[in-house]
């Protein structure tokens, strides 16, 4: 558990050797206040240990990049959280280095695209020294800042 900037973190970790990593997600899960926002962070993929942190959820974000390996992956995730119900949209990340598949099928299957971050060495620069992108390219606010506004709107309009 940590607390930084006004925001509590809780993580959990799956030691070598051990093969139930969604007995790991069940108590971080258990740890987390339901009050305000809980943001949970999963790996990418359709997995055990994903299914069960999303499941309950308001709203899943779903990153990908616009490659034939993202649009796959896209694709599982969405049919997953179609199954549990749970309201989705799409974040496109390194936007530029594949094609318009993604974009494509999101707009057959009727998934808003949220928000695109281009391929830029200064973002990647800027993650890999653990710089969050709102400091090192502050102009990215506002983004985040709608597409934040995006993700409560559809949690608002459903919740009632």
């Given at each position: 558990?940590?607390?930084?900037d006004?925001?509590?973190?809780?993580?959990?970790?799956?030691?070598?050797?051990?093969?139930?990593?969604?007995?790991?997600?069940?108590?971080?899960?258990?740890?987390?206040?339901?009050?305000?926002?809980?943001?949970?962070?999963?790996?990418?993929?359709?997995?055990?240990?994903?299914?069960?942190?999303?499941k309950?959820?308001?709203?899943?974000?779903?990153?990908?990049?616009?490659?034939?390996?993202?649009?796959?992956?896209?694709a599982?995730?969405?049919?997953?959280?179609?199954?549990?119900?749970?309201?989705?949209?799409?974040?496109?990340?390194?936007?530029?280095?594949?094609?318009?598949?993604?974009?494509?099928?999101?707009r057959?299957?009727?998934?808003?695209?949220?928000?695109?971050?281009?391929?830029?060495?200064?973002?990647?620069?800027?993650?890999?020294?653990?710089?969050?992108?709102?400091?090192?390219?502050?102009?990215?606010?506002?983004?985040?800042?709608?597409?934040?506004?995006?993700?409560?709107?559809?949690?608002?309009?459903?919740?009632?």
């Open positions: 558990m940590g607390y930084s006004g925001v509590d973190f809780i993580q959990g970790r799956l030691h070598m050797g051990e093969a139930m990593a969604s007995s790991v997600v069940t108590k971080v899960n258990e740890q987390a206040i339901r009050e305000g926002t809980v943001i949970i962070d999963v790996a990418p993929g359709t997995s055990c240990p994903v299914v069960a942190a999303i309950g959820s308001d709203f899943c974000l779903l990153v990908t990049e616009p490659t034939p390996f993202g649009l796959n992956n896209l599982s995730a969405i049919d997953v959280v179609r199954k549990l119900n749970i309201p989705c949209g799409v974040v496109l990340n390194r936007a530029g280095v594949g094609d318009k598949r993604v974009e494509e099928y999101c057959k299957e009727n998934i808003p695209g949220l928000l695109s971050i281009p391929l830029d060495n200064r973002i990647a620069s800027f993650y890999s020294r653990g710089i969050p992108l709102v400091e090192g390219m502050p102009e990215w606010r506002q983004n985040l800042l709608k597409l934040w506004g995006k993700i409560r709107e559809v949690v608002f309009a459903r919740s009632g």
